[in-house]
């Protein structure tokens, strides 16, 4: 096997940084660290392989790789990659679906308990100091049994989600998706619903949309008017799926009960950004993923990618929008 240059931009675990340098040259560089980003900046000019994720990469910087073959990003989104661009030059993109379903399912449901039962807010009660007598109504939560779940996205995330609320909490399902899903599994469960409808019934709505066009600011003041007065809002899709401030609104006018956020159209969040402190909402640093056995499968799926790309091989996980 040829020996190529590939060009890791985001820290790997050792054992599959071990599978690269074993069969290629490698140089590791994560371009968010300004102290590195002059070896990113050098290296991508020779990179056959770039490995990574959580960076964007544009078309002026996809210019510059001119020896470039893939792209393997150790995730499933790909709204960071010019896609147009990597077509027209045939550069596979490969990601990482099906790995990371489960825990990011995990994550969106306990959101939905979060938010319907106050879990955060009622914690830091107890770690204040401020539990002293029993909570009175003012502290009481909602229950999540049996209410009505709105989903906005019906891929394998949408469809674990509805699993976990249908089966195993008796919630009625919603959802909102270009085309019916056939699962036998929620027959009668899950009903595709259009847009409108389903936000005014749900009583409990999780967008769990990849960012594209069509999806990009679809939640704005007219969906989140439609919506449920008390209802409460969930993502755990893409940030940029949202707009924020009629979010915000929506909460502030007492229309929306709660939120549970775990992405943001800006990440890390802005520090002055008011949903950090808001109290109708309980905002995560983007963990849908973030356990220790998901991300060591989404590495090692992403390696795999990667040399079975460099090696002329097709790889496990090819984006289908991609070469």
Not at 259 to 268: H, K, R
Request: proline content about 7%; hydrophobic content about 45%; overall charge positive.
């Amino acid at each position: 096997m040829v020996r190529k240059s590939v060009l890791v931009f985001r820290e790997l675990p050792p054992d599959q940084l071990a599978r690269i340098t074993a069969v290629h040259e490698v140089v590791v560089a994560n371009p968010r660290k300004p102290a590195e980003r002059p070896a990113f900046e050098a290296a991508l000019p020779h990179a056959h392989g770039l490995i990574g994720s959580s960076h964007p990469v544009t078309p002026q910087l996809l210019a510059q790789a001119s020896q470039l073959e893939v792209i393997s990003s150790i995730s499933v989104g790909v709204d960071n990659y010019p896609l147009d661009a990597l077509r027209e030059r045939g550069i596979l993109l490969c990601h990482t679906p099906g790995v990371l379903t489960e825990t990011t399912a995990d994550t969106v449901f306990a959101l939905v308990m979060a938010t319907s039962r106050r879990i955060v807010e009622l914690a830091n009660h107890v770690r204040e100091g401020r539990w002293d007598r029993n909570i009175g109504e003012d502290l009481f939560g909602w229950d999540v049994h049996g209410k009505t779940l709105g989903l906005l996205g019906f891929g394998r995330i949408g469809q674990a989600v509805a699993r976990r609320a249908a089966l195993g909490f008796g919630m009625p399902v919603l959802y909102h998706s270009r085309r019916p899903v056939d699962m036998p599994e929620l027959a009668g469960r899950a009903v595709h619903t259009p847009l409108d409808r389903l936000l005014a019934q749900a009583d409990i709505v999780a967008a769990v949309l990849p960012l594209t066009p069509q999806t990009r600011g679809l939640m704005g003041a007219r969906e989140f008017g439609l919506m449920k007065p008390g209802a409460i809002f969930v993502n755990g899709g893409r940030g940029a799926t949202v707009q924020e401030d009629a979010l915000l609104q929506a909460l502030d006018q007492g229309r929306l009960r709660a939120a549970g956020l775990d992405v943001f159209a800006t990440e890390p969040l802005p520090p002055d950004s008011p949903l950090r402190r808001h109290p109708r909402v309980t905002a995560l640093p983007h963990i849908g993923s973030a356990t220790h056995e998901t991300r060591q499968a989404m590495a090692a799926l992403a390696t795999t990618n990667l040399l079975q790309a460099l090696a002329g091989q097709r790889p496990q996980a090819v984006y289908a929008g991609g070469a």
